[in-house]
């Protein structure tokens, strides 16, 4: 359920969000939030009038951002990344422009990683972006079968070093 030893590093957040237009967003959703390291930096640039979805399954995670954040448009969510449609419609929001996800996909079932990233693809406007890390280069090849495009970005200032994909299909 948790894919690293130690909390995720501020560079490694600084790469995770480079991309992200907060002047325009009006969705973004995080998956698998963990400790809350990125989240506390996309509230830190968070517009007012943008909504930030958290989904989060362990529940000692779960409890301790409820805990910590009260933002009116932050939504934290008990819950697997598979429901990201559900929740959506529960909260009456449009598609994402924003995904970001710390899940440690090369954990999962190749059939939840499947659904997992299916939910992602269909939850995700068509001109924004999924942004995951992952402690491996070994995931290109999977990403490019939902995205047309794939970038990859490093951060060796992490532990460990990490690998930034950046997906999009426009």
């Not at 237009?21 to 830190?44: C, M, Q, R, S, W």
């Not at 693809?121 to 990403?143: A, P």
């Amino acid at each position: 359920m948790v894919g690293a030893v130690v909390p995720s590093s501020r560079f490694l957040a600084k790469k995770m969000l480079k991309s992200i237009d907060f002047h325009n967003a009006k969705v973004i959703i995080e998956l698998g939030p963990g400790t809350g390291v990125f989240t506390k930096e996309i509230i830190a640039q968070l517009n007012k009038e943008t909504q930030l979805i958290v989904i989060e399954l362990n529940d000692a995670f779960y409890d301790a951002l409820n805990n910590r954040y009260h933002e009116s448009n932050l939504h934290i969510k008990h819950g697997s990344a598979a429901d990201i449609n559900i929740i959506l419609e529960q909260l009456k929001l449009p598609k994402a422009d924003f995904i970001i996800s710390s899940l440690p996909l090369s954990n999962f079932s190749v059939a939840l990683r499947e659904e997992v990233l299916e939910k992602i693809k269909l939850n995700l406007k068509s001109e924004g972006k999924y942004i995951q890390f992952q402690y491996t280069r070994q995931l290109k090849k999977l990403y490019s079968i939902y995205f047309k495009k794939v970038a990859i970005g490093y951060t060796p200032l992490n532990i460990p070093p990490a690998f930034v994909y950046t997906c999009s299909n426009s």
